[in-house]
């Protein structure tokens, strides 16, 4: 059974940067896609990043050119690197795994990322 749990989120100001960890246990991490999906309060749960086991990544237009994802294999975490951030990324973001298209995981409780000044 594969688990996992997400950190590295908080607060910051327009324009700064955060880095997301998704550290898993479990067998064959490299096997599956991983992504980053986030909901905004009020808002349903919406794909933000992805990354497929052979490392081609894809990401929601809303933060192309800011956002870049990637993952150690040797490490079994995937990673979401911020940039650029603006009060609209602030959301509840969580990592999941699959193949296929189809999510594997369960939703985890997620890290907080408030962008605010």
């Known amino acids: 059974q594969v688990q996992f749990v997400e950190s590295g989120g908080g607060l910051v100001q327009p324009g700064g940067s955060l880095r997301l960890s998704c550290a898993s246990s479990?067998?064959?991490?490299?096997?599956?896609?991983w992504g980053w999906y986030r909901r905004a309060p009020g808002n349903e749960r919406e794909p933000v990043a992805r990354?497929?086991?052979?490392?081609?990544?894809y990401y929601a237009d809303s933060v192309k050119g800011r956002f870049t994802i990637s993952r150690d294999n040797a490490k079994n975490t995937v990673y979401l690197q911020m940039n650029s951030l603006k009060p609209e990324d602030t959301a509840v973001y969580y990592c999941?795994?699959?193949?296929?298209?189809?999510?594997?995981?369960?939703w985890g409780q997620g890290t907080q990322v408030t962008v605010s000044s």
């Open positions: 999941n795994f699959g193949g296929g298209g189809v999510i594997f995981g369960s």
């Open positions: 479990g067998t064959n991490f490299s096997s599956y896609f």
């Open positions: 990354i497929t086991s052979s490392g081609s990544t």
